[in-house]
Nanobody, 122 residues
Framework: QVQLLESGGGLVQAGGSLRLSCAAS????????MGWFRQAPGKEREFVAA???????YYADSVKGRFTISRDNAKNTVYLQMNSLKPEDTAVYYC????????????????WGPGTQSTVSS
């Protein structure tokens, strides 16, 4: 069964922190690179961060140095630690397995979980 369940979002002031979690089914998680995406109101979903099965990481320029992605392979869970948050980080955050296509990191599955809303006030 394919399952993705994000959690940990909330409302914080600019400069604050949030830690997001994503529990994935084994079918999606096992041996796959995993990533986080986000979608702000009126905008398309965009890539945020990715992590390989072995732990190598890759970030969008907009979050580099502020966000940290990690994973626990025993728990089929991927995390996103978000520090120094800015109002422009406000979005619904989603996780998925990832792959590269035409030099870009994209979702490997068409299925998406409900996401978790993160709102940063100025």
């Amino acid at each position: 069964q394919v399952q993705l369940l994000e959690s940990g979002g909330g409302l914080v002031q600019a400069g604050g922190s949030l830690r997001l979690s994503c529990a994935a089914s084994g079918r999606i998680f096992s041996n796959n690179n995993m990533g986080w995406f986000r979608q702000a109101p009126g905008k398309e979903r965009e890539f945020v961060a990715a992590i390989s099965w072995s732990g190598s990481t890759y970030y969008a320029d907009s979050v580099k140095g502020r966000f940290t992605i990690s994973r626990d392979n025993a728990k089929n869970t991927v995390y996103l630690q978000m520090n120094s948050l800015k109002p422009e980080d406000t979005a619904v955050y989603y996780c998925n397995a990832v792959k590269t296509a035409n030099g870009m990191v994209v979702a490997a599955y068409d299925y998406w979980g409900p996401g978790t809303q993160s709102t940063v006030s100025s």
